[in-house]
């Protein structure tokens, strides 16, 4: 590739993915062994656009995957559902990941004092080439370990849980909210906004993962996330707390896991408790709040009763570290 020149969108897709485009959806359809349609949808299902039946846009890499998919479903092991619902997962959670590096990349690599010239464009996606391997291997040893560590949280939640059926589970969930983003955001430009929604998220993230719980998502002010125990929930939420940029609402009970979320009551109870706290507190639901009884350095508090939107009127407790 020419680095004195802005690369194209065909030079773009050689170096990244590494094969030409030599067949028409139908051919690779045809190559596979997979119904046209069965194709078509695992594509969309993973974030691909709908090409005409002409176009000249799939790969030998995009019949072998098409490939595995039939042996997979020959093999009996997973129905048709389950291969399109394991491909929109991995089509969303790659297609984010992807923007989010490839953004990093970018405001790592271009000038920030100058416009950025067609070369310093050449260099980024060349770099990004030779790094390609060594992401790739990354990334598939920290899918592994993840999906590891997913099973092992899912394992110890059905001990806690035994008379729960497997889909619903009870769980510590809470929401860490950002204290006046709305007025901080007007008082930022585009950069330092960015820089203050990456360090919050980055010390949240660090913080529920030291604690071996799970970061659910992100909402730009505000992060998600569960914890198996009450007591993990509570460190977590202590911890992020000390900065007094925060304020948390934590509720425990039973939620649906669906599509790597969270739904249920418990989690809207969560983030209306998150509503009412005032800036560097945690309130927390009374269910929470028994099962942090007795636990060292951890205090619950009744505070009034309060209603919240669509759940009637609440009890809620402020969790504080013990001063004994």
Known sequence: MDTSRR??????????????????????????????????????????????????????????????????????????????????????????????????????MLPRDREASDADLAHVLTTAQQLLPDFEQVLVHVWREQLAA????????????????????????????????????????????????????????????????????????????????AEQAAEIALELVETGELRIGMAYGPVLPMMGDIFGTTVNLAARLTAIARPGTIVVDSELASQVEGVPAVEAHKIRRRPARGLGVVQPYVLRRSSG
């Open 7 to 108: 690369p194209t969108a065909e030079e773009i897709e050689q170096l990244l993915v590494g094969h030409p485009a030599r067949y028409t959806r139908s051919e690779v359809s045809a190559k596979a062994g997979v119904p046209s349609e069965l194709a078509e949808r695992i594509w969309r299902a993973l974030g691909f656009a709908t090409l005409p039946d002409d176009t000249v846009a799939f790969t030998d890499a995009d019949v072998a995957i098409l490939s595995r998919v039939r042996t997979i479903l020959d093999s009996g092991l997973l129905d048709e559902q389950t291969v399109i619902r394991m491909a929109r997962a991995l089509g969303q959670t790659t297609a984010r990941l992807a923007q989010w590096q490839a953004e990093i990349m970018i405001g790592a």
């Open 150 to 229: 997913a099973g092992t949280r899912l394992l110890a939640i059905a001990d806690i849980n035994e008379e729960l059926v497997p889909t619903r589970l009870s769980i510590a969930v809470g929401f860490a909210d950002l204290v006046s983003f709305t007025r901080r955001a007007r008082e930022l430009d585009e950069r330092e906004l960015g820089d203050l929604v990456e360090g919050f998220e980055a010390r949240a993230s660090d913080v529920i993962a030291a604690h071996g719980a799970r970061l659910v998502k992100t909402l730009g002010d505000e992060v998600l996330f569960t914890a198996p125990t």
